[in-house]
């Protein structure tokens, strides 16, 4: 009984092995070629990759909690009392990135709804841009396609993931001496950052916060550099590796053998309209770019509807503006977060089941 029960168990976890195998290869091809993230977007790339093939692998959720924790840690550690003054200073445009968010998810309802041929209330938690597992999540409990909303939220993250790290580092010139920077690590600094994260990491979870994992660690970091109650440190790069690593496996890991397959005019849809959203954060980027005298490649990244650790994990490996592009990325998510059932539930919800009553009414059961 004992054996079978432990060749079971290890069958288990023969497919999470297989993943972590697929993912450590993705990143050292992604090292070889020289590649902007290599230890996020190698694992994302070759794990979706052989998903779509039908590759047998899987990845535990506790990896992607992993990932998210290591970035909040390493995002908190920018945050100074110089870096808040400077933010302070342009608490307008991070005014402007959620109002920027706003606009275009009032544009992609429409787009999704007239184009991609989705209900009004699915087209408008797929075009909600916020973290893509919380707008899933509301979508589901308001009772639209949640699948559908995954579609669209997939092909979103994908494709700015795959696209603008590449940009932003042309645009942000050449990066290579940065790359062989040693972090100064204190580990009599990092080793309560990392204890007292994970204590608020559970507040934040048991109050019900979005995104706990990776804000919660952000925000305890974050104060305890803005009080300077522990001198600086770093994290080691093997730490922030295994942390990007964990986040490209598990995002890579979603994609299923029938994705390419499945709604096609929902996913030419989503990938017109994210590439159209991406021309023009590019353009808007560049626009502000001298009038509010910042770098266009942060402005950039803080306005682009991708995903809060994708975009704060590419100013980070870049070095550009990892404070201003984390402060406008976390704004815009907590408003987005907080907005989009309420907007859905006061404009939406209502209209479309009267509509759908008027339908039943009109056309009676034989």
């Given at each position: ?16 092995a297989r993943g ?235 994609y299923r053998p ?109």
């Open positions: 009984m004992s054996a079978v029960a432990g060749s079971s168990g290890a069958a288990a976890w023969q497919p999470v972590l195998c697929i993912a450590l290869l993705g990143a050292g091809l992604a090292v070889w070629m020289g590649t902007p993230l290599p230890w996020l977007l190698g694992p994302l790339f070759l794990t979706a990759a052989t998903r779509v093939a039908g590759m047998p692998t899987r990845c535990p959720a506790p990896f992607n909690k992993f990932g998210r924790w290591v970035i909040g840690l390493s995002l908190g550690l920018y945050f100074s009392a110089e870096v808040m003054q400077s933010l302070g200073q342009h608490w307008g445009l991070i005014l402007a990135g959620i109002l920027y968010a706003q606009v275009l998810a009032v544009i992609g309802c429409w787009f999704y709804h007239r184009v991609g041929g989705l209900d009004v209330g699915t087209a408008w938690f797929s075009s909600a841009i916020g973290t893509a597992s919380e707008i899933v999540n509301m979508a589901h409990r308001h009772g639209t396609r949640a699948d559908h909303v995954a579609t669209v939220h997939s092909v979103r993250v994908l494709l700015v993931v795959a696209l603008v790290p590449f940009g932003v580092q042309w645009l942000g010139g050449d990066v290579s001496h940065l790359r062989g920077a040693v972090p100064d690590v204190n580990w009599s600094s990092l080793l309560p950052l990392m204890l007292g994260s994970l204590v608020s990491v559970w507040f934040f979870l048991r109050v019900r916060l979005p995104n706990a994992w990776l804000l919660g660690a952000l925000l305890f970091v974050a104060a305890v550099n803005l009080l300077q109650l522990l001198p600086h440190t770093d994290l080691p790069r093997w730490v922030s590796w295994a942390g990007q690593l964990c986040i490209g496996w598990s995002f890579g890991d979603r029938d994705f390419l397959r499945c709604a096609p005019r929902l996913l030419s849809a989503a990938c017109v309209f994210t590439l159209a959203s991406i021309a023009l954060t590019v353009g808007l980027g560049e626009v502000l770019s001298p009038l509010v005298g910042l770098p266009a490649p942060s402005l950039i990244l803080g306005l682009m509807p991708g995903g809060i650790a994708e975009m704060t994990l590419t100013a980070r490996a870049l070095e550009l503006g990892v404070a201003m592009v984390t402060a406008m990325q976390v704004a815009r998510m907590l408003s987005v977060v907080f907005s989009t059932p309420a907007i859905y539930r006061r404009f939406i919800q209502d209209r479309e089941g009267d509509r759908a009553s008027g339908a039943q009414e009109s056309n009676p059961p034989v």
